[in-house]
C-alpha cells in the first residue's frame, strides 16, 4: 500500500531503525522466486527511496528466504535461508550469514558458517511434511547477558503433517550458533512461520503466520464456510518458552470467511521494530489477481491490551500519508458537489457538513469525485446509526451513468456488533450489498464512531475509533465516488473527507504494444475439462462451436464477465484443481490494416489462437513467473480490418485458476 520497488517485486520484510534512518530489507522476485535481496530507506517509514539488489543466491543455488539484521560490536549480522534442492522445495533448507559496517554494503560469511535443523528434534529432509523441511529466518533477540537467542520457522519430526513448530536457536558472539529442541509445541498446522518476537513485562510473544488450510480445527475461530489466515500470536512465562497460543481468538492480523479459493489472504508475514519506547508492527499487503506482487503495507502500532491480548492500532505518524485535500463534505459552493445523488429507497440531506439518511430498505447516496484511488486516498469521518440495520461508506469500483448501473464496494457498520466487508452492486431498483468478509466489532448505537479508512486500489485498512478493524483486498479495485450506504437504520455522517495519499505513485511497466484493440469484457467460456479429457482442437477455433466433447459429455458454452480482463476460474468451479481446463471465445473488431497486440497471463498454462491460427502459448514453460498481469506474455501479429476471435485453452495451476486476457488498449490501460 505504501511502497513496492520499480524493478523488482517484493516479499517478506525487515525494518531496522538506525541514527535517524530506517532500513527496509525485502525478498526480491527479479526473474524467478526469491532470487536476492533487496533494501530500501525511509525517514519516517512512509517514503522509501530504494537501493536496489544487496544479495543475491550464487549459480546453482535455489531461492533465498528472509531474515533479520541484528548487531554484533562493531558491525550488522544478517540471516538468510537457501532452499529449493532437487528433493523438495524446502528440503534440506538451512541458513547462511552476511556482514555489514554501513546497512548498505554486504559481505556473505563462508559457508561452514551456517545454521541447520538437528535431526533429534526437526524434520530435515522433508519427507514427514507436505511443505518440506524448513528451517528458515533466525528471528534473534539479545538477551540481558549479552547472548543471543534466534527463533526460526521449522517442522518437528513428529506428529508427521500438522508439525510446524518455532526452532529455537542460541549463541554467544551472534554469529555461531547452536540448534535447541523446539522453544513451542507443534502448533497444528501443515506450515507455520515465525516473523516475530516482542515481549510485553514478563510475557513473550511470538508472531506466528499461517492459514486454515494448514490446520482448521487448530483456530478456534475458524468457520469452513470461508478462508481464514493471517498473523497469529503465541505466548510464553519464559523466554525459551514453551510457546503455546494466546487463549481465546489467537488472529492479531488476518482474515476470516475469506472466500475458500483465495490463494492466499491479502495481508501477511508481519514484525515488528521498536520506535521511542513504542512497538511498530509492519507486514506486506498482496493483490488478489497477483498476489506475489507485494506492497510494504502500513506501520500499526502494537499494543498489549491485557496479558494474553495484543492490539493493533493507529500509528500518529501515518498521519504524514495524508496529503492534499481532495473533497470535504460542506455548503460552501467551492466544495465538490454540495449534496449528493440519492438512490431510492431513501430520504437524504446534506446540510451544514452533515449528511442524514433514513432507509426502509437499502438505499445508497454518494458523491461524484476526481478520487484516482490507484494511487491511495485516505477517507475520514465519524458515522451514527440508529436502529438495528447496517450503515457505512460507499467507494465506487465503477462509474455511475444513465447506462451503467452504479457498483462499488462497502465498509459497513452492523448493528448486531459485526463490520462488514463485501461488494454493493445495483441499478434502478436500488442498491444490494453481497457481504465477503466480516469481523465482530461491538457497536454503540446513537454513538458517534471515527472512522479511518485507507484505500489503494483493492488494499483497505480501517480503523474505528483508532482501533484497527480490518486490512481487507477487495475483489475489484475502488475506482472512484465517495458515499453513504445504509439499510433498514437511521444514519447520520459528518466530516467525510478525503485525502491524496502523500507517496509517489509507482507505475505500472508497459511492455511496447502495437494496434488499437479493447477486447470485450463478455467472454464465452466451455467449462471444464479434467485433466486426460481435453476435447480436440481441430475444427473448433474459428468460430465458436455449439459445444464442446469431453468423454460422453457435451459441454455448451457459458457467458462469463470478466474484470479489467481477468477472470478466476476458481471462484466458478469452487475449488482449486490441478490442470482442470477451460476454452474462452472473444470476438472482437480490428479497425485497420495493421499489427495488433495482445497480452496474457494464467496461473498456470495457456495456448491462444486468432482466427484459427496460433498466437502464443506456454504449454512447455508454464507462466513463468507467479501471479497473473496480461503483460506476462505479449505477441503482436498482422491482423486485416474486421471482425476477428480469440480463442484461448486455459489450463490452471496449483496455486490457483486465474487468467488475464487483454488487447493493446487494455494494457495501456492498466493502474498504477
Known sequence: MIFKPENSKLWDTFIIHHEGTFYLFYL?????????????????????????????????????????????????????????????????????????????????????????????????????????????????????????????????????????VAGLVSSVDGIHWKTEPPASEPCGMVWAEFGGYVQFGARHYLLVGSSSGGGPRFDPVYNSSGKAGGMYVMMADNVRGPYRFVPGDPMLLGCRNAPPNWAYIPTYFARTCQLNNQTLLYHHWMPRNNFLDAWLGTVKLLEEEAPGKLVLKWWPGNENIKGTKLFEVGDKPDLVTPSPQAVPSGKWECAGGVIRGKTAGASLAFFETDACYNDGMVIESEFRISGNGAAGLFIGTREHGAEKPYEGVGCLLNMRGLFEFGRITGGI???????ENHVDWPIATCTFIKLTILVRGEFVEVYADGRLVQCYGFSKPAARNIGVFAERCEVEVRGLRMFKFNVPAIKRKIPPVEGTVRLPQGWQVF??????????????????????????????????????????????????????????????????????????????????????????????????????????????????????????????????????????????????
Open 28 to 164: 526480491q522476485f527479479r526473474k524467478s522466486a526469491w532470487d536476492g535481496y533487496g533494501l530500501a530507506v525511509s525517514e519516517d517509514l512512509i517514503h522509501w527511496e530504494d537501493r536496489g539488489t544487496i544479495l543475491t543466491p550464487e549459480p546453482g543455488e535455489g531461492g533465498m528466504g528472509t531474515g533479520m539484521v541484528w548487531r554484533v560490536k562493531d558491525r550488522w549480522m544478517l540471516n538468510y535461508s537457501l532452499y529449493g534442492a532437487a528433493d523438495g522445495l524446502f528440503a534440506g533448507q538451512q541458513i547462511y550469514f552476511a556482514e555489514s559496517e554501513d546497512l548498505l554494503t554486504w559481505r556473505k560469511l563462508p559457508k561452514d558458517i551456517m545454521s541447520a535443523p538437528d535431526p533429534r528434534w526437526y524434520e530435515c529432509s522433508g519427507g514427514q511434511v507436505s511443505c518440506g523441511a524448513r528451517w528458515d529466518s533466525i528471528w534473534v533477540t539479545q538477551q540481558p547477558d549479552g547472548t543471543f537467542l534466534g527463533f526460526v520457522t521449522a517442522n518437528t519430526k513428529e506428529p508427521a503433517g500438522a508439525n510446524g
Open 527 to 672: 467449462s471444464y475439462f479434467e485433466k486426460g479429457a481435453t476435447p480436440r482442437i481441430a475444427g473448433i477455433l474459428r468460430s465458436i462451436p455449439e459445444y464442446l466433447k469431453a468423454g460422453d459429455r457435451r459441454i455448451k458454452p457459458a457467458g462469463m464477465t470478466a474484470y479489467d480482463g481477468n477472470l478466476d476460474f476458481a471462484e466458478i468451479w469452487g475449488e482449486v484443481v490441478e490442470r482442470r481446463e477451460a476454452y474462452i471465445y472473444i470476438p472482437f473488431t480490428v479497425e485497420q490494416d495493421g499489427p495488433q497486440s495482445f497480452g496474457f497471463g494464467a496461473d498456470w498454462w495457456f495456448q491462444s489462437w486468432i482466427d484459427g491460427e496460433s498466437l502464443c502459448d506456454t504449454l512447455s514453460s508454464g507462466n513463468g513467473v507467479a501471479g497473473v498481469s496480461m503483460t506476462d506474455h505479449v505477441a503482436t501479429t498482422e491482423l486485416k480490418k474486421g471482425d476477428h476471435l480469440l480463442a484461448v485453452r486455459f489450463i490452471s495451476g496449483r496455486a490457483s485458476s486465474r487468467i488475464a486476457i487483454g488487447g493493446a488498449q487494455d494494457i495501456r490501460g492498466l493502474p498504477s
Open 429 to 435: 431498483g436500488g442498491p444490494a450489498f453481497m457481504a
